[in-house]
């Protein structure tokens, strides 16, 4: 089974995304699939699920990581509701828009022009990014190539580089056996202790999720993470602040890499999640929610 699209270069994808970018325009319509009460924004080619708490105070947009969903911010969003417009979103291939008809190929400057696309879709001008692990290469690709709606970003567990060249045959086979058999009961605990670490007391209703996830969807995500490009290179021309937020005991990305694009930010702040792994906002919440607290009250 090939993992890429066959005559699907990286470099046209990234053409084909800039040709989407300069026809993105105004004409967004929302649309309801199924239940008239859920929230579809038909955007880009999409339909996104997002939830907003609506208010007039700044707003905070939540990008989720690879195999998770927008409630993996339900922490953040119940601390910070009552002073700030929480808006969170499944991301292409993800919970409420894994639509496998609309999962063609794509990469996280196609993510980037949703996140934009949906902004303005709700009448959003400048937000405030809050990005996990892939939600973080997304957020970090939006500060990039539609800097005017980025007022500062929050990056949780994520990098600007590369992934880590041994950890990508043991992502591939894992993902190729997910695809063909289905997630074994064994594999599900590989990807908790991964993205959750151990014993964490939530991770049975994500495992009851990834059980759901279709071949399509996981393909192209994957894809997406596998060959998206290293841009430690332009991380300096992001002017706006950042704080970026890292577990220790992260083995998905390890911590030294996300020092470095901290390092390399211009105007970034660090802290350190004592104890937690890759997803220290959903397993390790309260001195993440403080971090937020304060890099928000710091911003003009």
């Known amino acids: 089974m090939a993992l890429t699209p066959a005559g699907l270069s990286m470099e046209h994808r990234r053409h084909g995304a800039r040709e989407r970018r ?9 649309t309801f699939a199924g239940d008239p009460d859920m929230p579809i924004a038909s955007v880009n080619g999409q339909n996104l699920y997002y939830e907003d708490t609506g208010g007039r105070g700044p707003a905070l947009v939540f990008s989720h990581g690879l195999l998770m969903d927008h409630t993996m911010f339900a922490p953040q969003v119940q601390a910070l509701q009552g002073r700030f417009r929480c808006i969170s979103w499944d991301e292409r291939g993800h919970g409420q828009t894994a639509d496998p008809e ?53 990056l949780i567990d994520t990098q600007a580089m590369l ?3 041994e950890q990508m045959p043991h992502h591939e086979a894992l993902l190729r056996a997910w695809m063909e058999h289905g ?31 279709t071949p399509i969807n996981l393909g192209q995500s994957f894809l997406a993470l596998a060959q998206r490009d290293d841009i430690s290179p332009r991380l300096p021309d992001i002017h706006v602040p950042a704080l970026v937020i890292h577990g220790t005991d992260d083995t998905a990305i390890a911590p030294n890499r996300a020092r ?7 105007r970034a702040q660090w802290v350190e999640v004592p104890g937690a792994g890759h997803a220290a906002n959903l397993t390790h919440p309260q001195p993440v929610n403080l971090a937020i607290e304060r890099f928000l009250e710091q911003l003009d």
Do not use: N
Request: negative net charge; glycine residues 8%.
């Open 163 to 165: 992934e880590d060249p």
């Open 183 to 213: 997630l074994s009961d064994d594999m599900a605990t590989t990807v908790e202790r991964t993205i959750l670490g151990q014993g964490w007391s939530g991770a049975a209703a994500w495992r009851a999720k990834w059980k759901k996830a």
């Open 22 to 30: 300069a026809a993105v325009s105004g004409r967004f319509v929302t």
């Open 260 to 266: 470095a694009m901290a390092k390399a930010l211009p």
């Open 102 to 154: 609309q999962c063609a190929p794509f990469d996280y400057y196609d993510s980037a022009d949703d996140l934009a696309a949906l902004l303005e879709h709700l009448g959003v001008e400048r937000a405030v990014l809050v990005g996990m692990s892939q939600g973080g290469y997304l957020s970090l690709r939006c500060a990039l190539i539609h800097p005017e709606i980025v007022r500062a970003l929050v």
